[in-house]
């Protein structure tokens, strides 16, 4: 843990981040400290074996109010963990490591993918991905990710 968090950047309680290893430009997510892993939404969840090793193909959408607009995406599984969300439901996740790009830090952290579709934010950044990272201040908003210039749609795109 940092011991001197007077040199931590602040953050507010949504900020929009970049998860350039997914291709995903722009997510706005909700900074959620009562949360220990963030979670990333993922639907058509599909596993499969690349080089012995287990990865997992999904698509998000990754603006809110939008299921027009689609990023295929592809990462190795770290784990898979049963989690339980704010209601109290358990369930099976997905864990995926992958950089989150954050102002002008980057690092690695994990995220559980999960059907978000019918939640306002399509990720939660979690507190185990903000230790020595970032402090919250739960009054503020945007505090350090930067808004797309211009919020686009961009149809369907893919990834090879």
Partial sequence: M?????????????????????????????????ARTSALHAFLVTPFQR????????????????????????????????VTDSGGHKESRYVIETTIALGNKGWSAELTLTDRDTMQFRMLLGRTSLEDHFLVNPAASYRVGKKPRKHKTRGHVARD
């Fill in 51 to 82: 080089d012995g090793s287990e990865w997992v193909r999904f698509n998000i959408h990754p603006w809110q109010r939008n299921s027009r607009d689609v990023v295929e995406c592809e990462a190795a599984v770290k784990d898979r963990r049963i």
């Fill in 2 to 34: 940092n011991k001197n968090t007077n040199d931590l950047p602040v953050l507010g309680w949504r900020e929009w981040l970049a998860l350039p290893d997914l291709g995903i430009e722009h997510i706005k997510a909700k900074v959620d400290t009562g």
